[in-house]
């Protein structure tokens, strides 16, 4: 069965393209040919290839996967930081209600808090 294609919004598109440039800019840094950073990661060298490429129809794990593997900080933020924000983000979490109704306004413009 053949992947579906995904459709973006154009912030999602321009996010996917600059995370594949930063990871191909990581690898070059390192000094990696693409099949070196796809055998760290556990992938195929075309694989690595669509990520830089901004393809969107690679798993988000890999990606990520590949951005660490090359040093790129995920969120701006070391390991550490990112299971302290992790833990805040399970905290806030907790305190919203179980359910959550439809509200009758579109609220599209509306920037999460994270």
């Known amino acids: 069965m053949a992947k579906r294609e995904i459709s973006l919004t154009p912030e999602a598109q321009e996010a996917i393209l600059i995370l594949g440039q ?24 075309r694989t690595i290839t669509s990520i830089e490429a901004g393809s969107a129809g690679t798993s988000i ?7 660490v593997v090359v040093g790129f900080p995920l969120f ?11 833990r ?7 305190l919203l209600p ?4 439809e509200n009758d306004e579109d609220d599209d413009d509306v920037v999460p808090d994270f």
């Open 61 to 67: 794990g890999t990606v990520l996967n590949a951005a």
């Open 22 to 45: 930063q990871i191909r800019r990581g690898r070059h840094r390192k000094g990696w040919s693409a099949a070196s950073l796809a055998s760290r990661v556990g992938v195929s060298p």
């Open 76 to 86: 701006g933020a070391d390991r550490y930081e990112l299971i302290a924000l992790r």
């Open 88 to 94: 805040r983000g399970e905290e806030v979490l907790a």
């Open 98 to 101: 179980g359910r959550v109704f």
